[in-house]
């Protein structure tokens, strides 16, 4: 189920227990800011199948123990050119669709809800 966050954004979450999986923008736009503690794997399984973190974001805003090198306060400018260079090659080579989150016409496959704050399942914890 994915939640309507400002400026388009869409969160998804799980079904079964609502935890959160990873953050997207549009159809168009094939790029999920993945959000990785839900897998269940160690540390060194998650990087075999992920591949290296390219980067941490919005690192100020993290709980937690942090990363001493991760605590950007929003997005650096050298992982901002990265993802732009990788989505421009990706809509050239036609390699933006399907996506699994999205239909055919672009469309979430799923429903978005607007969550306010004060009514999230989560909002005390």
């Not at 503690?37 to 992920?50: H, T, V, Y």
Request: net charge positive.
């Amino acid at each position: 189920m994915p939640e309507t966050l400002p400026k388009g954004t869409l969160r998804w979450y799980t079904r079964c227990c609502f935890t959160p999986i990873g953050n997207t923008l549009t159809a168009g736009v094939p790029f999920i800011g993945l959000i990785h503690s839900f897998i269940r794997l160690d540390a060194k399984e998650r990087q075999q199948i992920l591949g290296d973190v390219k980067g941490y974001i919005h690192a100020k805003h993290a709980t937690g123990t942090r990363i001493k090198a991760a605590r950007h306060s929003g997005m650096p400018l050298s992982i901002t050119i990265k993802i732009i260079f990788r989505l421009l090659i990706w809509k050239i080579r036609g390699l933006s669709h399907p996506t699994p989150l999205f239909d055919t016409r672009g469309n979430p496959i799923v429903k978005p809800e607007v969550i306010q704050h004060d009514t999230h399942p989560y909002a005390d914890t």
